[in-house]
């Protein structure tokens, strides 16, 4: 037929090593098959044109069709950000906008609101010494400076419910529940003599009172138990 190319078959003798040598040079090419490289070289030696291999279009085909879609991706990112970005700006356009709203009512309000009657603050009552007590859970007769009534005092809060524990030059009231804490902790948890450890354990008022218990001597240490103990079987102990 006219038209049609007529191709002949070469057939090349070849050593081992030329044979693995273009075989090398054939894949690091992108050639599948050892006889499309050597016909692109002979292609190139005549001035012909090269047609590429079906592996290399693969190739080529599929780079281009990657950086295509890398670019779409790029441009879908870019549109993600700038979405992101126009959220941003209407929720702080929001939050302005409260604000704004706020200042006018805050302005409204004190514009409509009448003036205030001003009226006497009531005399604060004080505070009575269990009241105090309680509150305070702890208090020394040395840091109650301006009380006249000394005696009077600790026998009231004896009578309601406190613990008054005799000191050496001074009394401690201790509120009753506080109190059963503090000997909870100290005879049953604490296994040690170390201060250090001792404090960690106690809170700083619990750590104070201990002190206090400790120097009169109204406690002491047992090291057989490890454990704290009473000196005597006092009510206040029991």
């Keep these: 037929m006219a038209g049609k190319e007529k191709y002949k078959v070469l057939t090349i003798r070849v050593d081992e090593e030329t044979y693995r040598k273009l075989l090398a040079k054939a894949e690091k090419e992108g050639y599948s098959m050892i006889s499309d490289y050597i016909l692109a070289l002979i292609n190139q030696a005549v001035g012909a044109e090269t047609i590429p291999s079906l592996d290399k279009l693969k190739t080529r085909i599929k780079r281009y069709v990657q950086d295509a879609v890398n670019e779409q991706l790029m441009v879908v990112e870019n549109l993600r950000r700038q979405i992101i970005e126009l959220y941003d700006k209407i929720d702080e356009l929001e939050k302005r906008i409260n604000d704004i709203d706020k200042k ?25 010494g269990i009241e105090r007590l309680k509150e305070e859970k702890v208090l020394f007769e040395s840091k109650l400076t301006g009380l006249r009534y000394r005696d009077k005092f600790f026998n009231y809060l004896e009578r309601m419910g406190a613990v008054v524990i005799p000191l050496r030059g001074e009394r401690v009231a201790v509120d009753a529940e506080f109190w059963e804490n503090f000997k909870k902790k100290l005879f049953e948890e604490i296994d040690t003599d170390n201060d250090e450890i001792i404090k960690e354990k106690l809170d700083p008022l619990e750590y104070q009172l201990f002190l206090r218990l400790r120097s ?20 206040i102990f029991s």
């Design 104 to 128: 006018v009512q805050e302005i409204t309000t004190k514009i409509t609101r009448p003036t205030p009657i001003q009226r006497e603050k009531p005399i604060r009552q004080r505070k009575t």
């Design 216 to 235: 009169e001597p109204l406690i002491f240490f047992d090291a057989k138990t490890r454990k704290w103990k009473p000196i005597s079987e006092t009510r």
